[in-house]
Every structure is written in structure tokens, then in C-alpha cells.
């Protein structure tokens, strides 16, 4: 064991980021579960590119010092008053989507980090795109977001919790979600 330990410090290793950890379907209208993809491999999301019942997630940018702050569209029970994340907090990115043809979900995403919040409407994923992840492929980004009648939140008593209660429909529904720094991201 020693060895190992030697050699994979000699040969320059370092850990894998494991920021979005597990998630499950809980209950929906069609037969899916719960995927998180691999963005060492080039894709693309939107525009009715998986159109299957999975529920998907990935990380965007980890561990970045906000040089402004960002506003979110949720954020944590102690700042329902001011949904914004400060300039200065080091941030990882997630994003997570249903792009199903048809069906609910009802599911939660489990992060290694707490969640400080969620930019679920088109404007403040617009806006916080600079967190993309850029071996992924955005497309129709302007129908992203959640529509009327979806929910997310995140779980009170699990803070690394979120949970989604989404109906989806062509074209899907996504959101961004920002954890507290990853201890198992690099440093940007």
C-alpha cells in the first residue's frame, strides 16, 4: 500500500473531482434514473439531445473566486432575504436536467459541498454561462430554465441535498446549481 501511495505521488496524480456524488429518481411517469455524465468526453445539452427519462448532472467549473457576485433564483433558508453570492466566495458549478419527451420526476442530485444556490431561470443561467463547462456544448440556451409548475429546493436539514420536482416536456428543464468550495476539485 505504501508503494502505491508512493508512486501515484511520484507520478503526479491527483484526485478526481467528485463534486456531483449520487443522485436517485424517487418516483416519475416513465422508466429512468439518475446519470451523471463525463465531461472528459465532449457533448452537447439542449435542444432535445438525450430525450430519454434519465435525470442528469455534471460539473461545470469547480473552485472559481467570484470577482462580482452572482444572483441566484434560490438560495438557503438563512438568505431568502438576499439571493446573491458574494464577491469573493469560491464557488463549484453543476448542472443538472431532465430532457424528457414527456413525464414527472420527482429526484435529488447529492453534492460533496453545501448548496449556496440555484440559477433556474433563463437570465441568471445567462448570466452565469462564464461558470460553463467548456468541453460541453450549450445549445438553445434560451429555453433553459424551469417552467410553471416545476420545483427545486434545497433540502433543509442536508444542505449538499437538492431536490426537484419537474414535469418535463420538450425541450427539458435545467438549472445551474453553486456548492460552497470542493474539496476534491483543483483550485481555478
Known amino acids: 500500500m505504501r508503494f502505491l501511495a508512493i508512486s501515484l505521488l511520484?507520478?503526479?496524480?491527483?484526485?478526481?473531482?467528485?463534486?456531483?456524488l449520487d443522485g436517485q429518481i424517487l418516483r416519475q411517469?416513465?422508466?429512468?434514473?439518475?446519470?451523471?455524465?463525463?465531461?472528459?468526453?465532449?457533448?452537447?445539452?439542449?435542444?432535445?439531445?438525450f430525450d430519454t427519462c434519465h435525470l442528469y448532472a455534471f460539473d461545470e467549473d469547480q473552485n472559481i473566486t467570484l470577482v462580482e457576485p452572482i444572483r441566484v433564483d434560490i438560495s438557503t433558508a438563512a438568505n431568502k432575504d438576499r439571493p446573491m453570492i458574494p464577491a469573493g466566495t469560491v464557488v463549484a458549478s453543476h448542472y443538472v436536467f431532465f430532457d424528457s419527451l414527456d413525464g414527472i420526476h420527482i429526484g435529488r442530485v447529492d453534492f460533496d459541498a453545501p448548496i449556496l444556490g440555484i440559477?433556474?431561470?433563463q437570465g441568471t443561467m445567462a448570466a452565469t454561462d462564464f461558470l460553463a463547462n467548456t468541453s460541453v456544448t450549450y445549445i438553445s440556451t434560451e429555453l433553459r430554465g424551469l417552467e410553471e409548475g416545476d420545483r427545486v429546493w434545497i433540502d433543509e436539514a442536508d444542505p449538499h441535498r437538492l431536490w426537484v420536482y419537474w414535469a418535463g416536456s420538450s425541450p427539458g428543464d435545467y438549472i445551474r446549481v453553486f456548492t460552497a468550495q470542493s474539496d476534491a476539485a483543483p483550485m481555478m
Open 10 to 20: 511520484l507520478l503526479g496524480y491527483t484526485p478526481a473531482s467528485a463534486t456531483v
Open 119 to 121: 440559477a433556474a431561470f
Open 29 to 49: 411517469s416513465g422508466n429512468g434514473e439518475f446519470v451523471k455524465l463525463d465531461t472528459d468526453r465532449p457533448f452537447s445539452v439542449g435542444d432535445d439531445t
